[in-house]
């Protein structure tokens, strides 16, 4: 898999940390827009969202991704990662990259040609997945205007939405109705007809906030699957 195709897979983790915040822009563009019920699960939702987005931005943390690309894995990489002053992230790669050789003649030429062709497929799915991970305000309205509840095994609430990027698309978070705590993030959708596959699976820092621990991201059509891994946070 050509370093630029990869790179763009690594991108989709920084998105994370956007998502609760975008769940506090939009709480009250929901709450108008539901049921009583749905109104205040959103609103507790968003709420605990923001005060676990604020204290987050407290730590710095390891993130480590590895792509695997028909059946062969290509080294991991992992970087530092803290939150600036303005609530970007900072990210430093701890991993060198590889050096590449470029091959002559035609077969280079189609080499390359593949690669200009993974870079744009690449780009296209980064920005598809990031759509899910990191939702604008005017899809998490779509989401919870259109979603459901119910209790799921381990005394989580599901809430449950379809057709909200894309037709057939679907977005679903598991949270801890007594918390709000988002446990569990999942979507799926379609790249040029090819399904895309994403899972967030979420944790604890001790006496902590939640935070994004292992995300995958698949298309089993290419081959393809991300794992990125965030842990080590510490104070700073």
Request: glycine share 6%; proline share 7%.
């Amino acid at each position: 898999m050509p370093t630029y195709t990869i790179a763009r897979v690594r991108t989709l983790a920084k998105t994370k940390p956007i998502v609760l915040v975008y769940l506090i822009a939009c709480a009250g563009i929901i709450a108008s827009a539901q049921s009583p019920d749905r109104a205040a699960l959103a609103q507790k939702f968003g709420q605990a969202a923001k005060a676990n987005a604020t204290a987050l931005k407290q730590y710095g943390w390891q993130m480590r991704v590895a792509v695997t690309l028909k059946g062969e894995p290509r080294p991991p990489k992992l970087y530092a990662m803290r939150f600036e002053p303005d609530g970007t992230i900072e990210k430093t790669e701890l991993t060198a990259e590889a050096p590449s050789e470029k091959e002559r003649g035609l077969k280079g030429r189609i080499k390359e040609k593949k690669v200009a062709e993974a870079k744009e497929w690449a780009g296209e799915l980064a920005d598809l997945v990031k759509g899910y991970l990191a939702p604008s305000p005017a899809v998490l309205q779509t989401f919870f205007s259109n979603a459901m509840a119910a209790d799921v095994p381990g005394g989580l609430v599901q809430i449950v939405a379809t057709g909200v990027i894309a037709p057939g698309d679907k977005m679903v978070y598991e949270i801890a109705p007594d918390t709000q705590a988002v446990k569990r993030f999942m979507f799926t959708t379609l790249l040029d007809g090819d399904p895309v596959e994403g899972q967030v699976e979420f944790a604890t820092i001790p006496s902590g906030p939640n935070y994004a621990a292992q995300t995958t991201v698949t298309v089993p059509a290419k081959h393809l699957s991300a794992a990125i891994e965030n842990f080590q946070y510490v104070k700073q």
